[in-house]
């Protein structure tokens, strides 16, 4: 009965004429994990609808929920750009029609464009009847990210793409590696109404760093992974700081320091910045926890009269995903 039900929904997508995919929003970085690290968010990402179409080229017919601020011109638009990419990888010369629902903020620090384009990419891959493995599909969405901010760089896409926690192993060649870990973590997720530009974000951040500094840092980063591999809770806490990027970012985000506190005094195990900002996170090991250190994080925000969105997710295991 299961190989009759298969081969009946291989045909069904081999005659269908469109597929609406969700691709989830992330956290980059992961606190000292800067451009290595990061993690799938549940019930928080982007769709998109996509439609084959006669004509030889990737066209947008709308986009909702950017205020009119995404390019429309698809080698310009992270979602178009993975598409453009897959049906290069697979010389393919179709036509595709798309639809783009974003549902994350722009500038968000949440891999708003990297959604967008996991989205995209994931569509048109069951769209032209799965010809790829999602681990292959990684370089057309770090050419999305290219156009994004300048830089192809895989820990946002990477987690949207596959869900659950990445490490970037290497940028070139590219190499992701899922970090598996039986501790069922939530993350509480602050977004101010404020918006930090992926580009100049990276600005401000140093372009030397002491060799003291470093190791602490490479230390950081040896322990978080460690933690979630020996599911260990104490050392994932003592492993979430940063000396390095979160310093020069904080900056830019009001008090962020006074939300932090909140976090670790309301049991969080660690609190960070989300990506390049101005999102800031909270690791919490159940959702008990997480949901107090939410509302913590928020009140710092409400007491300064700062508008914000507050969320409350457990990782997201699945990643990109048919809807």
Known sequence: PFAFLQKHLILIFMTQKSVRAYAPATIANVSCGFDVLGLALENLGDEVVLRLQDKSEVSITKIEGDGGKLPLDPTKNTCCVSIIEFLKKIDSKQGIAVELYKKLPLGSGMGSSASSAVAGVWAANALMNYPLRKEDLLSCVMEAERVACGTAHADNVAPSLLGGIVLIQSNQPLEAVSI??????YCSVLHPDLVVNTKDSRRVLPTEIPLQLATKQWGY?????????????????????????????????????????AALSAGALGCSISGSGPTIFALSENRIIAERVSEKMQSVFIQHRIKSNVYTSPINQEGGKII
């Open 180 to 185: 598996p870990t039986h501790l069922h973590l």
């Open 221 to 261: 980063i040896a322990g978080l992974v460690a933690g979630f591999l020996k599911n260990d809770m104490g050392l994932i806490s003592r492993s979430m700081h940063d000396c390095i990027v979160e310093p020069v970012r904080a900056k830019l985000i009001p008090h962020f320091y006074a939300v932090k506190e």
